[in-house]
T-cell receptor
Framework: GAGVSQSPSNKVTEKGKDVELRCDPI?????LYWYRQSLGQGLEFLIY????????KSGLPSDRFSAERTGGSVSTLTIQRTQQEDSAVYLC????????????FGPGTRLTVL | AQSVTQLGSHVSVSEGALVLLRCNYS??????LFWYVQYPNQGLQLLLK??????LVKGINGFEAEFKKSETSFHLTKPSAHMSDAAEYFC????????????FGTGTSLTVIP
């Protein structure tokens, strides 16, 4: 596709349930990022994949959060045993390898935990 | 670790007035610098970036930013604000040679008063 896509666009779940959020990066982009944006807040870095290297998980807020990237393309962010404080917009971005290349963002998934 | 400071979480300007959004970074080695805009309920869109060369960078929608090494700044300006400029603006940096790890500021919400 032409841009980064994310699904679903909206997700409402009950506290304690697990959720999976999907990101399809731009074809050929080796770097993929997940961010969380809470209401009125900036971007909180969660995790970063670069090619075949081990991901940078330093931003994951707890062990309930995990992410994987299959075949160097599609990524899934999983939140287990969701809590109300997990409610936020989850943004995915991708970029080419080099550090002067900008990130291209998807439209985000709005997660609401009841 | 790199840090990005955006002074002023909320800025209000009158339509037609100068827009000035401030961004400072912390590293002693000049990083790559980016400004993104986020319109309501949308993902982030690149406005402009500085990688090398001329320190005054022009972006989309009439915005420009100037890299000032001595001040470790990359402030965003627009001579005349338009109602459609109302949005959230994020400054971001990427350290040279680190493989594309990005650091975002907390964002500045711009309101344009008619």
């Amino acid at each position: 596709g032409a841009g980064v896509s994310q699904s679903p666009s909206n997700k409402v779940t009950e506290k304690g349930k697990d959720v999976e959020l999907r990101c399809d990066p731009i074809s050929g982009h080796t770097a993929l990022y997940w961010y969380r944006q809470s209401l009125g807040q900036g971007l909180e870095f969660l995790i970063y994949f670069q090619g075949n290297s081990a991901p940078d998980k330093s931003g994951l807020p707890s062990d309930r959060f995990s992410a994987e990237r299959t075949g160097g393309s599609v990524s899934t962010l999983t939140i287990q045993r969701t809590q109300q404080e997990d409610s936020a917009v989850y943004l995915c971005a991708s970029s080419l390898t080099t550090d002067y290349n900008e990130q291209f963002f998807g439209p985000g998934t709005r997660l609401t935990v009841l | 670790a790199q840090s990005v400071t955006q002074l002023g979480s909320h800025v209000s300007v009158s339509e037609g007035a100068l827009v000035l959004l401030r961004c400072n970074y912390s590293s002693s080695v000049p990083p790559y610098l980016f400004w993104y805009v986020q319109y309501p309920n949308q993902g982030l869109q690149l406005l402009l970036k500085y990688t090398t060369g001329a320190t005054l960078v022009k972006g989309i929608n009439g915005f420009e930013a100037e890299f000032k090494k001595s001040e470790t700044s990359f402030h965003l300006t627009k001579p005349s604000a338009h109602m459609s400029d109302a949005a959230e603006y994020f400054c971001a940096v990427s350290d040279r040679g680190t493989g594309n790890q990005f650091y975002f500021g907390t964002g500045t919400s711009l309101t344009v008063i008619p």
